[in-house]
């Protein structure tokens, strides 16, 4: 096998590979994420229920400071992501499609 056609080969197993992986994560992601948010709603309208009967004070200034230190957070750890995606563009490119697909039928 000439070293082109080694090169192709190896390329697409990667990018195959890493298109199954993303598929099954997008797949699990979708279906944890969706468990989690109706958790969640479920947890709030708990909170805003004792809230409204005078069981609980909620401090909305606090829950906001809290919450934008988070955001920050996460913006600070965007860039590291973004290195490490650029990076590695074949598995990515394969990944990000599995993943696309998963989330979709998931």
Not at 69 to 98: C, Q, R
């Amino acid at each position: 096998m000439d070293p082109v056609s080694a090169a192709v080969t190896k390329l697409l197993a990667t990018i195959g590979i890493a298109g199954i992986i993303g598929f099954a994560v997008g797949y699990a992601l979708k279906k944890v994420f969706k468990l989690a948010l109706i958790v969640l709603g479920i947890f709030l309208l708990g909170i805003f229920y004792f809230e409204y009967v005078g069981i609980i004070e909620i401090h909305y200034d606090k829950l906001l400071s809290w919450a934008e230190s988070i955001v920050n957070a996460a913006m600070g750890y965007s860039s590291a992501i973004y290195n490490n995606v650029v990076a590695s563009i074949p598995t990515t490119a394969g990944f990000a499609a599995g993943f696309a697909l998963g989330l979709k039928k998931g």
